[in-house]
């Protein structure tokens, strides 16, 4: 009994994936080819397959939509970069509140897959830190380039997402294919 179920099961999955991923191919293949024809309509060079566009009803009540996004991992430089920024804490941490230091390793901290959340280190580009009399803090500086140098793209998805728009709430609403969230 359990041996048949299990067959039967992951062969219906089995199928059910083939008719997505043919779905997922002939729609990519639709939404780059309407794109073609779009900047040859209007005479524009036609890139490479980067960036994100959308296709929508004249009406506005269905849309598709191509994103593409880099997944991006560090370098060793990263490595570089936390001994800076611990050279930093070290110096600004003298009779400062212990609060600041878990606030900044918090960012080095891994996820779940045991990876180093890229959000939380590049947010760290974005703190304005400067030295308590205003002037730029060159370790500081130092350890952000290194973070820039560490960016390494390990690959690049592509994704298709099909939206609906809700006739109540007036949102556009995610047509969700997603089978573990049905």
Request: aromatic share 8%; glycine share 8%.
């Amino acid at each position: 009994m359990k041996d048949e179920l299990a067959e039967r099961l992951v062969s219906g999955a089995e199928s059910i994936q083939k008719v997505m991923s043919a779905f997922k191919k002939s729609s990519m293949e639709e939404m780059y080819a309407a794109k073609a024809l779009l900047f040859e309509k209007y005479g524009a060079k036609l890139g490479g397959q980067k960036g994100g566009f959308g296709i929508a009803a004249f009406d506005g009540s269905t849309e598709v939509r191509i994103c593409v996004a880099d997944r991006i991992t560090f370098g060793p430089e990263l490595q570089a970069a936390k001994a800076l920024i611990d050279e930093c804490i070290e110096s600004w941490a003298e009779g400062a509140d212990q609060n600041i230091v878990v606030l900044i390793n918090d960012a080095f901290q891994v996820n779940k897959a045991g990876r180093i959340d890229t959000k939380r280190v590049l947010r760290l580009q974005k703190l304005p830190i400067r030295r308590p009399d205003g002037s730029r803090d060159e370790r500081w500086e130092q350890a952000m380039q290194a973070i820039s140098d560490a960016l390494i793209v390990d690959e690049t998805a592509t994704y298709i997402r099909y939206y609906r728009r809700n006739g109540q709430t007036n949102a556009m609403e995610l047509v969700n294919l997603d089978f573990s969230a049905l």
